[in-house]
Nanobody
Framework: VQLVESGGGLVQAGGSLRLSCAAS????????MGWFRQAPGKDREFVAAINWSGSSTFYANSAKGRFTISRDSARNTVYLQMDSPKPEDTAVYYC?????????????????WGQGTQVTVSS
């Protein structure tokens, strides 16, 4: 299983950015997926998760109302739409595949991780 993130970069506060995570492997459609992030000097933290079918989503409080997670099983891809980002959203964003169909907030539930993509939000 490989997860490859893309779409990171520099964005102005209040703008928008969409991250993509392309997954290999036939079990993508039966696995929950998540996005996490790690800012400099901080621990990696949960951002958003989506269940296997896309019918249920979960967000960290910091992401609610601004970020949207979605998935396209035909393309084996999960997305994170970031609207109205803030400078405090600056971090390396990681895509992860869960070991179960239901989404989880804890990192230990995810068994595959991407290499990360840098997001920098300027004020």
């Amino acid at each position: 299983v490989q997860l490859v993130e893309s779409g990171g970069g520099l964005v102005q506060a209040g703008g928008s950015l969409r991250l993509s995570c392309a997954a290999s492997g036939r079990t993508f459609s039966t696995s929950a997926m998540g996005w996490f992030r790690q800012a400099p000097g901080k621990d990696r933290e949960f951002v958003a998760a989506i269940n296997w079918s896309g019918s249920s989503t979960f967000y960290a409080n910091s992401a609610k109302g601004r970020f949207t997670i979605s998935r396209d099983s035909a393309r084996n891809t999960v997305y994170l739409q970031m609207d109205s980002p803030k400078p405090e959203d600056t971090a390396v964003y990681y895509c992860a595949r869960s070991s179960s169909p239901t989404p989880a907030l804890t990192q230990s539930n995810y068994n595959y991780w991407g290499q990360g993509t840098q997001v920098t939000v300027s004020s």
